[in-house]
């Protein structure tokens, strides 16, 4: 037992580092967007259009589509082709967004901009 302690110190002491290393989807992604739910599913209209949007874009290098929830929860995490693209493609997917989601949706980029619809109060 007593040989077993300090591996199982060290093994607690790095799984806060690991943790932070991962992330946010925000930190991980170019551009991250997240489709949530009040308990009835995520807005799947919202959800094909910016999926639509973001195939068609040049200036996208890939999209992981990442579930997480039971009612269709999921986060799209875009990287882009050049830097310059992130803005670009963080206005697009802003204005493709309904003012009344069925559900909350947040846009995030790397950088630091974000949008919430619905606009938090």
């Not at 060290?10 to 170019?30: E, F, K, R, V």
């Not at 807005?43 to 890939?62: T, Y």
């Not at 589509?65 to 990287?79: A, D, F, K, S």
């Amino acid at each position: 037992m007593r040989s077993l302690l300090p591996a199982l110190a060290l093994t607690i002491l790095a799984l806060p580092a690991a943790a932070h290393a991962q992330g946010s989807p925000a930190q991980q992604c170019a551009v991250s967007v997240q489709f949530a739910s009040y308990a009835m599913g995520i807005d799947r209209p919202a959800f094909d259009r910016v999926q639509a949007l973001l195939k068609r874009d040049r200036g996208v290098r890939s999209v992981e589509v990442q579930r997480w929830g039971r009612e269709g929860e999921t986060n799209l995490c875009v990287q882009t082709r050049k830097p310059s693209d992130v803005r670009r493609i963080f206005g697009r997917v802003k204005a493709a967004l309904p003012a009344k989601p069925r559900g909350p949706i947040m846009v995030e980029t790397r950088g630091g901009l974000r949008f919430e619809a619905p606009r938090a109060r």
